[in-house]
Each structure stands twice: as structure tokens, then as C-alpha cells.
Nanobody, 120 residues
Framework: VQLQASGGGLVQAGGSLRLSCEASRSIFRINDMGWYRQAPGNLRELVAVITSGGSTTYADSVKGRFIIFRDNTKNTVYLQMNSLKPEDTAVYYC???????????????WGQGTQVTVSS
């Protein structure tokens, strides 16, 4: 199983991007799914998390600008990023707690990362 992230790119400050992250093959379920980011020289930090029931948590730095949502039928999580700032520039990673089958143990998988660059 892989989580495949996409949607990054170069955008001007104030612009928007939507990131997507989906499982590479059919699986039973993904529980919590999240987006993290890592800028050069910084530690990876939480951006947003969404539970299987739809409850969300955001980093203070993105509240009111970013929206995390998911499509459980597609095992896909999205991150809608609005009003982007240069300080949002980073590699964005998705992760998810995956149950491949009903009986399998939940395992956390990470996506490969997608670069977001916001120019001033």
C-alpha cells in the first residue's frame, strides 16, 4: 500500500492550491488522515488532521485558511489551501492509519511528499 500525494506547485501569495492523497489500491479503511509539512531546516509539523468521522484539527498557523476533508469512498484526503503565504512554502506530506483488511492491524503510511512554493 502506498499513499500518493499530488497537487503541489508554485503559486503567488494570496493564491490557492488543493492537495490530494489517495491509497494506491483497494483497502478496507483509513482511520485518521493528516497533512504535515517540512520547510528547509525545520522539523516536520502538523498542518491538519481529520478522523474517519470527519472531526478536524488544524495548526494555528493555517486556521481559517486551510480546509482538510476526505472522501471515504475513494480513501482520499484533500487539503484546500487558500490565502497562501510565503511561509507556507514546504514539502507537504500526507499520512493515514490504514487497515488493509477488516482483520489487519492499523499501520501508519506516509505519502511521498509534494512541494508547495508560495512566491511573494
Amino acid at each position: 500500500v502506498q499513499l500518493q500525494a499530488s497537487g503541489g506547485g508554485l503559486v503567488q501569495a494570496g493564491g490557492s492550491l488543493r492537495l490530494s492523497c489517495e491509497a494506491s489500491r483497494s483497502i478496507f479503511r483509513i482511520n485518521d488522515m493528516g497533512w504535515y509539512r517540512q520547510a528547509p531546516g525545520n522539523l516536520r509539523e502538523l498542518v491538519a488532521v481529520i478522523t474517519s468521522g470527519g472531526s478536524t484539527t488544524y495548526a494555528d498557523s493555517v486556521k481559517g485558511r486551510f480546509i482538510i476533508f476526505r472522501d471515504n469512498t475513494k480513501n482520499t484526503v484533500y487539503l484546500q489551501m487558500n490565502s497562501l503565504k510565503p511561509e507556507d512554502t514546504a514539502v507537504y506530506y500526507c499520512n493515514g492509519g490504514v487497515k488493509v483488511t477488516r482483520m489487519s492491524v492499523e499501520t501508519v503510511y506516509w505519502g511521498q511528499g509534494t512541494q508547495v512554493t508560495v512566491s511573494s
